[in-house]
């Protein structure tokens, strides 16, 4: 019997191909960008279509600021002035925006995950792999045009190109590194040296991590390019950071004494020997732990779960295949006292031992007449819940 592939080895395929985990995950590390050949042509197909941008389009969703559009050509900033392709109230005015897109404007739909099935699903299991946000942006460029000047991002992107050709500037010199939303931008960079090209053709892909410069423009012909930007919105160790010290300053008074600003004059000495034992209990095991956690129930409360129901449900029998909903990011959390909670989108379930090791099976699939006595209850429980789909 074939084993269908779960939305993380699915999105893992769509996203890297061939490549294995570990050194995609190696990647994910280093500086450098990669150009992924494609398969076949129609590789990234199923994730978007222009005649899907067109029905989007035609819906009030279209409206600002999920909606932009990106002219190359222009003086000053490449960002089209809205007011050339909206209405006053943000929605799309779709007889100037075609015009200004027929110019040569690139269309910008941001976040179309969150409206469009196939890249929500995408995203999902990308999110299940690196445990992080994962976003997608589309790019509608017509031929022979270039949306953005050169740039470098703040996050890591996976550039999946759906349709048309692309040809990609890429420097190795990066003049901010490591740069997040919170980096100021300096103002009139301009890349070191020569870049390396690549063209991109339909089921391509490339890597590009960020603060590496790069531009694209659409090569000429008779069709546009359709390229979908997968953003990887990892936090920076700052951030993570960050959240650590709110976690411990709840639980540990130190953290809350008075900082004693009287001593600044003493010199820095005097304020690492206060500093230093704090910033230690940052790297202790609990208070990792606890950021992890913390990391991963944000995760599953911004992103909206793909449950494994809909308004009605039917309730399972002892005979009933079932495995966890592929689309819902959980976590199972040992307890000091036993048992175990299992964290997801929802409110935190607790768990005993048995039902515990019932999860973890659960997750290849299995039976309730396989799990044992009182399973029954257990399965409908979570399949009510939208945890549980039939395998």
Same mark, same amino acid.
């Given at each position: 019997?074939?084993?269908?592939?779960?939305?993380?080895?699915?999105?893992?395929?769509? /996203?890297?191909?061939?490549?294995?985990?570990?050194?995609?995950?190696?990647?994910?590390?280093?500086?450098? $960008? #990669?150009?992924?050949?494609?398969?076949?042509?129609? !590789? !990234? /197909?199923?994730?978007?279509?222009?005649?899907? &941008?067109?029905?989007?389009?035609? +819906?009030?969703?279209?409206?600002?600021?999920?909606?932009?559009?990106?002219? %190359?050509?222009?003086? @000053?900033?490449?960002?089209?002035?809205?007011?050339?392709?909206? #209405?006053?109230?943000?929605?799309?005015?779709?007889?100037?925006?075609?015009?200004?897109?027929?110019?040569?404007?690139?269309?910008?739909?941001?976040? *179309?995950?969150?409206?469009?099935?196939?890249?929500?699903? *995408?995203?999902?299991?990308?999110?299940?792999?690196? =445990?992080?946000?994962?976003?997608?942006?589309?790019?509608?460029?017509?031929?022979?045009?270039?949306?953005?000047?050169?740039?470098?991002?703040? !996050?890591?992107?996976?550039?999946?190109?759906?349709? @048309?050709?692309?040809?990609?500037?890429? $420097?190795?010199?990066?003049?901010?590194?490591?740069?997040? #939303?919170?980096?100021? $931008?300096?103002? @009139?960079?301009?890349?070191?040296?020569?870049?390396?090209?690549? +063209?991109?053709?339909?089921?391509?892909?490339?890597?590009?991590?960020?603060?590496?410069?790069?531009?694209?423009?659409?090569?000429?012909?008779?069709?546009?390019?359709?390229?979908?930007?997968?953003?990887? &919105?990892?936090?920076?160790?700052?951030?993570?950071?960050?959240?650590?010290?709110?976690?411990?300053?709840?639980?540990?008074?130190?953290?809350?004494?008075?900082?004693? +600003?009287?001593?600044?004059?003493?010199?820095?000495?005097?304020?690492?020997?206060?500093?230093?034992?704090?910033?230690?209990? =940052?790297?202790?095991?609990?208070?990792?732990?606890?950021?992890?956690?913390?990391?991963?129930?944000?995760?599953?409360?911004?992103?909206?779960?793909?449950?494994?129901?809909?308004?009605?449900?039917?309730?399972?029998?002892? +005979?009933?295949?079932?495995?966890? /909903?592929? %689309?819902? &990011?959980?976590?199972?959390?040992?307890?000091?006292?036993?048992?175990?909670?299992?964290? $997801?989108? %929802?409110?935190?379930?607790?768990?005993?031992?048995?039902?515990? %090791?019932?999860?973890?099976?659960?997750?290849?699939?299995?039976?309730?007449?396989?799990?044992?006595?009182?399973?029954?209850?257990?399965?409908?429980?979570?399949?009510?819940?939208?945890?549980?789909?039939?395998?």
């Amino acid at each position: 019997m074939t084993t269908e592939p779960t939305l993380a080895e699915a999105a893992w395929a769509q /996203a890297f191909g061939d490549l294995p985990l570990e050194e995609g995950l190696a990647l994910r590390e280093g500086t450098a $960008w #990669r150009h992924i050949a494609a398969p076949h042509p129609a !590789h !990234h /197909a199923s994730l978007l279509s222009v005649a899907e &941008l067109d029905s989007f389009l035609a +819906t009030d969703a279209a409206r600002s600021p999920r909606l932009s559009m990106a002219d %190359g050509s222009r003086q @000053g900033s490449a960002a089209v002035p809205p007011e050339r392709y909206l #209405r006053e109230d943000g929605r799309a005015d779709l007889p100037r925006l075609f015009a200004v897109f027929d110019a040569g404007a690139t269309l910008v739909v941001s976040q *179309f995950h969150e409206m469009h099935p196939p890249l929500m699903r *995408f995203c999902r299991g990308l999110e299940a792999v690196f =445990l992080h946000a994962v976003q997608a942006n589309t790019y509608l460029t017509p031929p022979g045009a270039q949306g953005f000047r050169v740039h470098y991002d703040t !996050h890591d992107v996976i550039i999946l190109q759906v349709r @048309g050709e692309k040809r990609w500037r890429l $420097w190795s010199h990066q003049p901010v590194p490591q740069p997040t #939303r919170r980096t100021p $931008w300096p103002g @009139g960079i301009e890349p070191v040296g020569e870049p390396e090209t690549v +063209t991109l053709r339909p089921g391509d892909t490339l890597y590009v991590p960020r603060g590496v410069m790069h531009d694209a423009a659409a090569q000429d012909g008779a069709d546009p390019s359709l390229h979908i930007t997968v953003g990887l &919105l990892e936090p920076s160790f700052a951030a993570v950071l960050r959240i650590a010290v709110d976690l411990l300053e709840e639980s540990d008074p130190a953290l809350r004494a008075a900082f004693p +600003t009287w001593r600044l004059a003493e010199g820095p000495a005097a304020l690492a020997a206060l500093a230093g034992p704090l910033a230690a209990k =940052l790297a202790e095991p609990a208070a990792l732990e606890r950021t992890a956690l913390a990391l991963l129930d944000r995760l599953a409360e911004e992103r909206p779960a793909l449950l494994g129901r809909g308004l009605f449900v039917a309730e399972p029998g002892e +005979t009933t295949r079932l495995r966890l /909903a592929p %689309g819902v &990011l959980h976590a199972l959390v040992p307890e000091a006292a036993g048992g175990a909670s299992l964290r $997801w989108a %929802g409110a935190p379930l607790t768990l005993s031992d048995t039902e515990a %090791g019932w999860v973890e099976r659960l997750s290849e699939g299995a039976t309730p007449a396989e799990l044992g006595e009182g399973s029954v209850a257990f399965c409908a429980r979570l399949r009510r819940l939208g945890l549980l789909v039939e395998a």
